[in-house]
Structure formats: structure tokens, C-alpha cells
């Protein structure tokens, strides 16, 4: 089955920008979306189609996609960005699935 | 506005099954394909299964395939998980969540969550 891998952790200082990957198999060829999941809540759709930002999305999130690896970089990091992070990918035979996730500390 | 309620969730042994619901409200619920995503206590998300917005397809992970079946009944805005011979590693976080199509698939509404704890 498909599978997606993240970098356990990311640190980064307030104002810095955090850069999370998440590899698979030509993920270039699928579209990848991130999510941002905080303690006791539900998953946070922050970017579709590669690059794409939902309404209400900060600008500072932004991300891409090419050959083996997906990117989702968060620019001006601030506190409020500690976070879980998951990547996802759909394509003609993969309906959603996540990557390992990874955890943003802002120190 | 959006919302996705789900309930079912609770304490079952080993072996036993359960079944989740998910009520929508504040969209055209049969316009929607739907997914269930689960996490464990700590751990990942993980994809369950999607059914298509008219429940003419449907797909699951590995994990689950023969074991859960996902329905929907698009009269009563309402989705399910059918989970049997639940295993301890079922134990987690199940999520109702729905998917949008335009200008690229993407989950864009999540639930809450109901647990689901399997043990003897």
C-alpha cells in the first residue's frame, strides 16, 4: 500500500520559517494536501492541490509538490503555529491517505 | 454552517462490533463523497474508508478491508461505519469527514470525533 513519511519533528524560532517534508513514491504525480491538528482538536485543512489555501488560511502557510516530495513551509512562524502537521494524498487509486505526521515546536 | 456529528463510539471487547454514526447538517449531504479517519490514543491520523456522494462506491484501507463497511442514508443526512471482529489496534479517535472535489480533492470539514476503545 502507498505510504507518506514525515519528519517526526520540526523546531523553528518565532519569526523563522519552518520546512516540513513528506516523501512518497512520485507523490508529484498525485495531489497533496496539509492539515494542522492542535491538542484536542480535529484536523485543519490548511493547503489543496498542492498550493492551494482554503478561505482563512494566513498567507505564511504555502506548499508545493515535485518527484518524490511534497513541501509545506510556514513563513513568520509564530507561536500559535505549534502544532501537529499531515500531509495527505489523493490520486486514482489512493482516496486519502496521511503521512506520519509531524510536530512544529516554536522555541 | 457545516456540521458533522458523531456518535456510537464506546467500550466493546475484542471480537465484538459497533457502529458509528454521523450526522450532517448545513450542506446537500448527497452531494458529498464522505470519509471516516481514525487516530490512536497519541498516534497519526489514519484513513478508515470514503463512500461516494450516491454510496455506489467505496473503498478502505488495508487495515479494515472485510472487516468495517461504511453505508450512507443520503434521506436521513446521515453517514455509518459498521465495524465487526473489532481488535485492539481499532482502538481510536473515529472522525466523520467530508470531502470537496472542486479544484482538487480535499477533506474540508472534520467532526469531532467519537472514541472507540476495544478491550476485555
Known amino acids: 500500500s502507498y505510504g507518506l513519511t514525515q519528519p517526526p519533528s520540526v523546531s523553528v524560532s518565532p519569526g523563522q520559517t519552518a520546512i516540513i517534508t513528506c516523501s512518497g513514491d512520485k507523490l508529484g504525480d498525485k495531489y497533496a494536501c496539509w492539515y494542522q491538528q492542535k491538542p484536542g482538536q480535529s484536523p485543519v485543512l490548511l493547503i489543496y492541490?498542492?498550493?492551494r489555501r482554503p478561505s482563512g488560511i494566513p498567507e505564511r502557510f504555502s506548499g508545493s509538490n515535485s518527484g518524490n516530495t511534497a513541501t509545506l513551509t510556514i513563513s513568520g512562524t509564530q507561536a500559535m503555529d505549534e502544532a501537529d502537521y499531515y500531509c495527505?494524498?489523493?490520486?486514482?487509486?489512493?482516496?486519502?491517505?496521511f503521512g506520519t505526521g509531524t510536530t512544529v515546536t516554536v522555541i | 454552517q457545516v456540521r458533522l456529528a458523531e456518535s456510537g463510539g464506546g467500550v466493546v471487547q475484542p471480537g465484538r462490533s459497533l457502529r458509528l454514526s454521523c450526522a450532517a447538517s448545513g450542506f446537500t449531504f448527497s452531494n458529498y463523497g464522505m470519509h471516516w479517519v481514525r487516530q490512536p490514543p497519541g498516534k497519526g491520523l489514519e484513513w478508515v474508508a470514503v463512500?461516494?456522494?450516491?454510496?455506489?462506491?467505496?473503498d478502505y484501507a488495508d487495515s479494515v478491508k472485510g472487516r468495517f463497511t461504511v453505508s450512507r442514508d443520503n434521506s436521513e443526512n446521515t453517514l455509518y461505519l459498521h465495524m465487526n471482529s473489532l481488535r485492539a489496534e481499532d482502538t481510536a479517535v473515529y472522525y466523520c469527514a467530508r470531502e470537496t472535489a472542486v479544484a482538487g480533492r480535499r477533506i474540508d470539514y472534520w467532526g469531532q470525533g467519537t472514541l472507540v476503545s476495544v478491550f476485555s
Open positions: 463512500i461516494w456522494y450516491d454510496g455506489n462506491n467505496k
Open positions: 492541490q498542492d498550493t
Open positions: 495527505q494524498a489523493w490520486g486514482t487509486t489512493t482516496h486519502g491517505v
